[in-house]
């Protein structure tokens, strides 16, 4: 009796958590250079729940897609995408890597923060774009 009405109680708990708490958040990463024009890339992956696109980038990397990425620490800022596939920015050709974010509606996005602060939501597909400033 006392242990049924554990279980019940156990249930009900476990039935308000909602269920996207659980479970990872699938998101594509899609390489483009706006400089030179090649062919895009595209990669699959995810990150955890509220996870942030660095291990989702790190994850890849992991996953032996082809996919290959280096990053810098700044000291108030945090990650700064160098580099992705060989491809680095550079300050003298003042080229860099811009972080984009397309949403399943097809709006694109420029997140104001970076790669170790931007939490991708489901289905997000996140363009890294060499490009020139
Ligand atoms: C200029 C600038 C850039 C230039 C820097 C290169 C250059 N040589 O000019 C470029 C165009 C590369 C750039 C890129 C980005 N930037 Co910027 N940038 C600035 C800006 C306007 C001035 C920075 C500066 O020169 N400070 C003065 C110098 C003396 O100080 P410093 O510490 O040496 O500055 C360096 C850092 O600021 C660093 N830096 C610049 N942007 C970013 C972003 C991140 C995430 C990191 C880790 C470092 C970093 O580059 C500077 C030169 O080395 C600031 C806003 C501001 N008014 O401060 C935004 C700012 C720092 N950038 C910001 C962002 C979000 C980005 C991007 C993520 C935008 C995007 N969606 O692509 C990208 C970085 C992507 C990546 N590869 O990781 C945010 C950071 C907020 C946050 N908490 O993350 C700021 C605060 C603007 C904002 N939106 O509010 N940026
Ligand atoms: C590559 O991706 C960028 C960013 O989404 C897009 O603007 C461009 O049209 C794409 N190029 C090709 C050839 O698909
Ligand atoms: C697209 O979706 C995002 C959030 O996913 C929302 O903020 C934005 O307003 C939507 N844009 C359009 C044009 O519907």
Do not use: H
């Not at 958040?25 to 390489?31: E, F």
């Not at 696109?53 to 280096?70: P, Y």
């Amino acid at each position: 009796m006392k242990a049924t009405a554990l279980l019940t109680a156990a249930l009900l708990l476990i039935s308000v958590i909602p269920a996207k708490s659980f479970g990872n958040t699938p998101i594509t990463v899609l390489v483009a250079n706006s400089v030179t024009n090649p062919p895009n890339q595209t990669y699959s992956t995810f990150v955890v729940f509220r996870g942030i696109l660095l291990g989702g980038l790190t994850r890849l990397q992991a996953s032996n897609q082809g996919f290959g990425f280096t990053y810098t620490e700044d000291p108030n800022y945090g990650p700064f995408l160098q580099s992705v596939n060989g491809l680095a920015g550079s300050a003298e050709e003042r080229t860099y890597w811009q972080l984009l974010v397309k949403k399943p509606n097809n709006s694109i996005i420029i997140p104001d923060v970076g790669i170790g602060c931007y939490i991708p939501a489901a289905n997000d597909q996140i363009i890294l774009k060499y490009s020139t400033y």
